[in-house]
Structure formats: structure tokens, C-alpha cells
T-cell receptor, first 111, second 114 residues
Framework: GQQLNQSPQSMFIQEGEDVSMNCTSSSIFNTWLWYKQDPGEGPVLLIA?????ELTSNGRLTAQFGITRKDSFLNISASIPSDVGIYFCAGQPQGAQKLVFGQGTRLTINP | DGGITQSPKYLFRKEGQNVTLSCEQNLNHDAMYWYRQDPGQGLRLIYY???????QKGDIAEGYSVSREKKESFPLTVTSAQKNPTAFYLC?????????????FGEGSRLTVL
């Protein structure tokens, strides 16, 4: 099946630092989404992107839908302890009714 | 409050036993999904349903079965045919259509087969 390459797999940063992660695909996606999962919980939607080139913010989070429709990035500014968790990108391929998920980026923050 | 509820949160079973995981939503969503998550892995789609009385296999449907008799409910049965059933199972729902990708997840059910 289709796959998304999400990187990095893990990040260890200091509180207050900015974070950047991205996802790439070999095929075109109509929708890109970013989710966050806390330990032992279900993922929660952070940002949904529907147009190529779209740049959307949600508080300290900013995500972009790549112009080629094959990639997306998520930035977190001025990280805080509650940002710890696993971040997943997900995409809806052209003509498909189901999502494809990336492998996740595990974010750890040192206070 | 509207939401999606999975039960049980933790479940232990012996090898060879069938297990049914419950998923209920009161969001009036048409579409419902079951995902499997293994440690350090992403989410893999087991089954999904876009409308009552209809469902489709996902990427890893072998050894699993589902039903969608009511809009609110989408139970998942892990059968004895599933070779490695120990995992974290996540149910999700969405409005479907243009908002198909905007999933609302339950809190998950962790199944351990002894």
C-alpha cells in the first residue's frame, strides 16, 4: 500500500526550542493532516490542510501543504512540556476514502 | 458531551479465544474505522465503514471481523485466526465526505493475549 515517510523518528529538545518535522509521499495527496498522541490515549487532530500551498496555524503550531501535494511539514514554536508526545502525519490519497499514516515523530522535551 | 467510547480499556485473553472490542459514538458520524497500533509503529487500518450495514477491509483485515448494524456502533472481533493479536486498538469516526480525514479517536483498547 501507499506509504508516508515521516521524519525525524524522534527528537530530544530543550524547553523553549522550536521543532520541525515533515512527511513525504511518492504520490499526490488531496488532504494532509497532523495528529498528536499522548501515551495510552487516542490521537487528537491538530491541523487539517486541504489546498496545495496552504499554510495554517493553530496557536504555536504551523503546518503547510506542500505545493507539489507530496509533502507537508509541522512546526512547533517555543516548545513547552505538554508538547511531549507522538506526532503523526496522515494523508488522503487522490481518489481514496481512507487515510495513510506516517510512522510518527516522538518528541521528548528536557525542562 | 459528544464523543467516541471504547471498551474495555484493557483486556487479557488466552490464545485461541475470540475477543470483541466495543466502539460507540454519539457524534452522528457516518464513517467509522478500526486501527491497530504496535509499539513504535504508525496506525494500520483494519476495517472501515462509511454507512450503516456496509463495511470494507482495510490493509490488515485478516483475522478480524466487524459489523455495522447501527450508526452509533462498530464492534471489532479479534478472532483466533489473528496470528499476533496483542496490540493497542483504536476506533475512530468522521463525518465523511470532504471531512473524511478529520478523525475523532476513542481512548483505545489494549489487548494482551497470554
Amino acid at each position: 500500500g501507499q506509504q508516508l515517510n515521516q521524519s525525524p523518528q524522534s527528537m530530544f529538545i530543550q524547553e523553549g526550542e522550536d521543532v520541525s518535522m515533515n512527511c513525504t509521499s511518492s504520490s499526490i495527496f488531496n488532504t494532509w493532516l497532523w495528529y498528536k498522541q499522548d501515551p495510552g490515549e487516542g490521537p487528537v487532530l491538530l491541523i487539517a490542510l486541504y489546498k496545495a500551498g496552504e499554510l495554517t496555524s493553530n496557536g504555536r503550531l504551523t503546518a503547510q501543504f506542500g505545493i507539489t501535494r507530496k509533502d507537508s511539514f509541522l512546526n512547533i514554536s517555543a516548545s513547552i512540556p505538554s508538547d511531549v508526545g507522538i506526532y503523526f502525519c496522515a494523508g488522503q490519497p487522490q481518489g481514496a476514502q481512507k487515510l495513510v499514516f506516517g510512522q510518527g515523530t516522538r518528541l521528548t522535551i528536557n525542562p | 458531551d459528544g464523543g467516541i467510547t471504547q471498551s474495555p480499556k484493557y483486556l487479557f485473553r488466552k490464545e485461541g479465544q475470540n475477543v470483541t472490542l466495543s466502539c460507540e459514538q454519539n457524534l452522528n458520524h457516518d464513517a467509522m474505522y478500526w486501527y491497530r497500533q504496535d509499539p513504535g509503529q504508525g496506525l494500520r487500518l483494519i476495517y472501515y465503514s462509511q454507512i450503516v450495514n456496509d463495511f470494507q477491509k482495510g490493509d490488515i483485515a485478516e483475522g478480524y471481523s466487524v459489523s455495522r448494524e447501527k450508526k452509533e456502533s462498530f464492534p471489532l472481533t479479534v478472532t483466533s485466526a489473528q496470528k499476533n493479536p496483542t496490540a493497542f486498538y483504536l476506533c475512530a469516526s468522521s463525518m465523511g465526505g470532504l471531512h473524511t480525514g478529520e478523525l475523532f479517536f476513542g481512548e483505545g483498547s489494549r489487548l494482551t493475549v497470554l
